[in-house]
């Protein structure tokens, strides 16, 4: 069975502190992660995969499969940073994902 | 190039009714799946649609069932709704076969169920 966990449902940062959300995973195979994004009134949207080893927005994550562990990392969060963050792993194949259950992260002034 | 889009926005039935959801997919894909996603949770894979046949199943009873049509867009159907099927149901479309694979996700339907 695979599983994905966000151990903190909510974080909260001041503007220019670094901000690291964590997912750890549970997968038997060679596991594709993603992070998603869902800002206010906005749908679902790709934020990272780590196939691509990208920095989007800032934002980069590594895979480290010792840890089973795919942490979301930004080293000076800024207020537009604000949102719900979802990861995921596509062990099913590609559009199937198993999601965390999200940390809203709030970046405040 | 328009986005994925999905009706009704909004729709309220009884515990033991039926409801069909729609989901129009992105231009230019062939790829739809759909998630249910209770309050306070992620989403969870129900099952995806490629070519007009079903391409994988997650833990979701037989009472959940789709279909997919020429045009790529795609149903999903619910029956004998239980309390607990009130959640909000997403869909995502995705071209199969394209280097990345991007899912792209629709703004979803919420479904109560009293």
């Known amino acids: 069975a695979q599983r994905v966990t966000q151990p903190e449902k909510l974080l909260s940062v001041f503007k220019g502190a670094p901000v690291e959300l964590k997912c750890n995973y549970s997968?038997?195979?060679?596991?594709?992660l993603f992070w998603y994004v869902q800002y206010s009134r906005q749908r679902l949207q790709l934020l990272l995969r780590h196939i691509s080893r990208e920095s989007i927005k800032g934002f980069t994550a590594d895979l480290n499969k010792g840890e089973t562990s795919f942490h979301l990392k930004k080293p000076f969060a800024q207020e537009e940073d604000s949102a719900m963050y979802y990861c995921?792993?596509?062990?099913?194949?590609?559009?199937?994902?198993?999601f965390g259950d999200g940390t809203t992260l709030t970046v405040k002034p | 190039e328009t986005g994925v889009t999905q009706s009704p926005t909004h729709l309220i039935k009884t515990r033991g009714q039926q409801v069909t959801l729609r989901c129009s997919s992105q231009?230019?894909?062939?790829?739809v799946s759909w998630y249910q996603q209770a309050l306070g949770q992620g989403p969870q894979f129900i099952f995806q649609?490629?070519?007009?046949?079903?391409?994988g199943r997650g833990n979701f009873p037989p009472r959940f069932s789709g279909l997919q049509f020429p045009n790529y867009s795609s149903e999903l159907n619910v029956n004998a709704l239980e309390l607990d099927d009130s959640a909000l149901y997403l869909c995502?479309?995705?071209?199969?076969?394209?280097?990345?694979?991007?899912?792209?996700f629709g703004p979803g339907t919420r479904l109560t169920v009293l």
């Open positions: 997968y038997s195979g060679s596991p594709e």
């Open positions: 995502a479309s995705s071209s199969a076969g394209a280097p990345d694979n991007e899912q792209f």
């Open positions: 231009s230019g894909h062939n790829t």
């Open positions: 649609y490629y070519r007009e046949e079903e391409n």
């Open positions: 995921a792993l596509a062990g099913l194949g590609a559009g199937k994902s198993t």
